[in-house]
């Protein structure tokens, strides 16, 4: 819907929704936003930008890269920050709630389930067919998020750096990032042409102009997106005893050995250092839950992030289903179906908690950067690292679903057994491409069509 008036036209003035309906969209947003990120961001971009105009497409961009900047879920804290923008403190709550409930309230039911009939055959056969989809949808991902990315060489060179630091030299996601920031912080200075359009696209001027915030802007109307003295420390006074301070009493009460430690921990320590949103921090919860922890395996990782696919809301609440199954085969002399769900509340509270403390301290210092060319390309450098984080990601599927055993060739590069194939595994992932990229179909269809395919295989 254009903003600009032609001749014997009256130009449509967008108007400020009130919190009830905002309410209302973010309880819709939170409802059908399947697809995992990209698809997540999508949808709110056609409600909020497209459609509503309640948010200009410039703004939207600068909060994106602000968002994939930070540890966690980027869709969820996109939300949140527009949330905060429209309707200061409680939308960003509002907001930032309701796009992950409906999808945790499944996630649990599907967890439960998960680990009650696994081992049946015609689950097991579902989700053979289920790990095909994954591998096509994390490549898909993958290419999209490559191509608003990758938009020059050097977009494209610090996407492969980061993808051969991260699988080749185990370099550390933080380390990765702030490289990738400094590298477009400087290159912005010294080639401005290739670095600094490489975050922002290139937003309607016109359109921005009668969005519902900048004109909210323009009244005067959002004093709270200006950083008044001691905001940083009241922010951080307030949110991190609220985040943290469930993990210290966990620890004091079961003992610091116990899984609900490990689990307020390890998520705690995950939610500050994986950057780059859900996909990126798979890669380091993949790890670090097979490998060092031992509370699943390598397929049941794959799996619950089959059922994370089927479930609206942030891709991330696989790892509700992680700390369901860490909790739930180590929770001791509680019921395991009693353990499981605590431990899977547990997660979603330091996962989830920390995202509305990012955007809280950080987004009034953004919003006075918002012309700042340079954070724009350093935002933007970032991004295309994170471009090859995932790639690292796919391939991780892509090694444990197709072959049976993976070995290490040397400078911790892993390589499949090339007797382990599995044929049956490589023809179903082969089809859910085909079916993705060529067919176009879409997430569900596809994970609906693999599970069936998988069972039919499993059973000739």
């Not at 930070?70 to 429209?86: K, N, R, S, T, V």
């Not at 630091?165 to 401005?192: D, E, H, M, Q, T």
């Not at 794959?302 to 991330?316: S, Y």
């Not at 990012?358 to 994170?386: C, D, V």
Request: hydrophobic share 60%; proline share 5%; glycine share 10%.
């Amino acid at each position: 819907m254009s903003s600009v008036a032609t001749q014997g036209e009256v130009a449509e003035i967008p108007v400020a929704p009130s919190f009830g309906e905002a309410t209302r969209l973010w309880a819709k947003i939170g409802l059908l936003s399947f697809g995992g990120p990209a698809g997540q961001i999508a949808l709110m971009h056609k409600e909020l930008v497209e459609e509503r105009r309640w948010i200009g497409e410039e703004r939207f961009l600068h909060a994106l890269n602000y968002c994939m900047l930070l540890p966690g879920p980027e869709a969820q804290q996109l939300a949140i920050y527009i949330g905060w923008l429209l309707h200061r403190t409680a939308g960003g709550l509002v907001a930032g709630i309701l796009f992950v409930l409906p999808g945790a309230i499944v996630m649990l039911a599907l967890s439960s389930f998960y680990m009650l009939y696994h081992d049946a055959p015609v689950v097991e056969a579902l989700f053979f067919g289920i790990k095909a989809a994954v591998l096509a949808i994390v490549v898909e991902a993958v290419i999209r998020i490559g191509k608003r990315a990758l938009k020059n060489r050097a977009m494209v060179a610090i996407a492969v750096a980061a993808f051969l630091a991260i699988y080749v030299a185990k370099l550390p996601f933080p380390l990765i990032v702030l490289s990738a920031g400094l590298l477009g912080w400087i290159g912005s200075r010294f080639a401005p042409a290739v670095f600094s359009g490489s975050a922002n696209g290139r937003g309607n001027a016109a359109a921005d102009s009668r969005a519902v915030v900048d004109l909210m802007f323009e009244r005067g109307e959002l004093g709270h997106t200006m950083p008044r003295r001691w905001h940083a420390p009241r922010m951080m006074a307030i949110w991190l005893p609220v985040w943290l301070g469930p993990v210290a009493l966990i620890a004091l009460l079961a003992g610091p050995a116990s899984v609900w430690a490990q689990i307020g921990g390890f998520f705690s320590l995950m939610a500050v250092v994986t950057f780059g949103g859900a996909y990126a921090a798979l890669s380091y919860v993949a790890q670090a839950a097979v490998t060092s922890f031992g509370w699943l395996s390598p397929g049941e990782m794959v799996d619950g992030l089959g059922l994370a696919e089927t479930t609206p809301g942030p891709l991330i609440l696989v790892l509700q289903f992680v700390g369901f199954a860490a909790a739930y085969r180590h929770g001791g002399a509680i019921s395991p179906l009693l353990a499981g769900s605590l431990g899977s509340l547990l997660t979603l509270w330091v996962t989830f908690v920390p995202c509305f403390f990012w955007i809280f301290l950080g987004a009034p210092y953004i919003e006075q950067l918002r012309q700042n060319k340079t954070l724009s390309a350093a935002l933007g450098a970032i991004t295309a690292a994170i471009v090859g984080v995932i790639m690292n990601l796919a391939l991780w599927f892509a090694l444990h679903v197709v072959f049976g055993r993976i070995e290490s060739v040397g400078w911790g590069v892993e390589v499949p057994v090339l007797s382990s194939l599995d044929w049956r595994a490589a023809l179903l992932s082969a089809a859910a491409m085909f079916a993705v990229f060529r067919l176009k179909f879409g997430m569900l269809p596809t994970l609906a069509g693999s599970a069936l395919a998988g069972f039919v295989l499993q059973a000739l």
